[in-house]
């Protein structure tokens, strides 16, 4: 797919709709495509829709997606000026990880999104996301927080809001690298 051949974030939902590149496709509730604002200098990548995201069609609405928010509030960004999305749009089975084959056929969709929103800042929510993203040996434990400049984008990884809610310990960690973020996006409002 070529990143450029879509002018609007409409355009490109519009043929992610179509896909049926894997079977996600077929098995999907709902298109999980992204969420908030299209002009968004801060963006949020997370690895795959889960089960709620699936009903509603919207990206981390679930208890990730709570926990999320409330680390959004606690360093006073506001939802609707980030942009969220995850690498597959299609929920995995029992929301397993996604499959490198899986993320091979989305991969296109999110370049094309990132392209269309032109953030600034782009976080990885995960491990899955940051080696996807970031690089393919990315420790999260070791790594997250850390920003790395590539082209134009300053690019950070946290820890999942599902692992945060696994392992509450980590939860102090995630608010020192949202005010790391928060202090790069001070920077560029």
């Known amino acids: 797919m070529d990143c450029n051949a879509f002018l609007t974030l409409e355009e490109l939902k519009a043929h992610c709709e179509k896909c049926r590149e894997c079977s996600l496709g077929e098995s999907r509730t709902n298109l999980v495509f ?3 604002n299209p ?3 801060l963006m949020f990548i997370g690895e795959a829709p889960g089960e709620k995201e699936d009903l509603s069609g919207i990206p981390f609405v679930g208890a990730a997606g709570k926990l999320l928010d409330k680390f959004l509030f606690a360093v006073d960004i506001q939802r609707e000026d980030v942009y969220i999305a995850n690498i597959l749009k299609c929920r995995p089975p029992k929301n397993r ?3 490198p084959e899986e993320e091979d056929k989305c991969i296109d969709f999110l370049r094309a999104q990132v392209k269309l929103i032109d953030p600034d800042i782009i976080v ?3 491990r899955i996301a940051a080696m996807r993203i970031i690089k393919p040996d990315y420790k999260i434990t070791a790594e997250h927080g850390t920003f790395i400049k590539r082209g134009k984008y300053l690019i950070t990884a946290v820890y999942h809001p599902s692992a945060l809610l ?3 310990r980590k939860k102090e960690d995630m608010l020192i690298d949202m005010q790391k973020i928060k202090a ?3 920077k560029i409002k």
């Open 166 to 168: 696994r392992d509450p």
């Open 184 to 186: 790069e996006y001070d």
């Open 34 to 36: 992204g969420t908030g």
């Open 124 to 126: 990885c929510l995960g």
């Open 97 to 99: 990880d996604p499959k």
């Open 39 to 41: 002009k968004a200098k």
